[in-house]
Each structure stands twice: as structure tokens, then as C-alpha cells.
Nanobody, 126 residues
Framework: QVQLVESGGGLVQAGDSLRLSCAAS????????MAWFRQAPGKEREFVAV????????YYATAVKGRFTISRDNAKNTVDLQMNSLKPEDTAVYYC???????????????????WGQGTQVTVSS
């Protein structure tokens, strides 16, 4: 199992940048793909980005591609989300998530993820 704790959320203005971090417990962090999801009020939880456990390849939702960058540090058991050129529509609670370990297929749906952090609020004002 893995436990996840997010940090770094806050209130920013449109166009600003913010960096989220997720710290994972356990000795097998490198066995997990790691992802970020977000959920805005009244909306379903949606995929933001994922980074694979094997090659470190990254995949992004269309809405954030070119503005957000996901990265991981297996030595520190962390996964970060660098968010640039933030827009009001990026306002949401952001969650770090991991699927079961040693998955071979990249997943972008919340139901495919077994482990979740508590979330961190990101608010972007216009």
C-alpha cells in the first residue's frame, strides 16, 4: 500500500504559477504510476496528468497540456505538478493518486486508481 499527502495549493491570480507536491509513504514508490486529478465544485473528478513508473513518460489532459508539467523523484518518493499560466477554470481540489502497483497500462479514469491523497485546494482568481 501507499499513502499520499499533497501540499502546495493556494490562492493565485490568473497567469500565475503554482507547484503542487505529493509525498508518498512506503518503499515501493517506483512500482506505481502516479497521477494528478482535480475536482471542481459540482463537477466530476477529472484526469490532469500521469507519469509512468517505468520510463517516466508523462501524459496530460488536453485542457492542461503545454501549461502543466508532472515530474517524479523516486529517491524522495515525491511527484510534483508544476502549473503555469493558470486560469480561473483550473480552480479545483487537486488530488494525487496511484493505481495498484506494477500496472502495465496507463490509466486516466478515477476508477482505475486505488490510492488517493486528501486533496489540496487551488483557487485562481480572474
Amino acid at each position: 500500500q501507499v499513502q499520499l499527502v499533497e501540499s502546495g495549493g493556494g490562492l493565485v491570480q490568473a497567469g500565475d504559477s503554482l507547484r503542487l507536491s505529493c509525498a508518498a509513504s512506503g518503499r515501493t514508490f517506483s512500482s506505481y504510476d502516479m497521477a494528478w486529478f482535480r475536482q471542481a465544485p459540482g463537477k466530476e473528478r477529472e484526469f490532469v496528468a500521469v507519469i509512468t513508473r517505468t520510463t517516466g513518460s508523462a501524459y496530460y489532459a488536453t485542457a492542461v497540456k503545454g501549461r502543466f508539467t508532472i515530474s517524479r523523484d523516486n529517491a524522495k518518493n515525491t511527484v510534483d505538478l508544476q502549473m503555469n499560466s493558470l486560469k480561473p477554470e483550473d480552480t479545483a481540489v487537486y488530488y494525487c493518486a496511484a493505481p495498484r502497483p506494477l500496472t502495465s497500462v496507463v490509466r486516466t479514469t478515477p476508477g482505475a486508481y486505488d490510492y488517493w491523497g486528501q486533496g489540496t485546494q487551488v483557487t485562481v482568481s480572474s
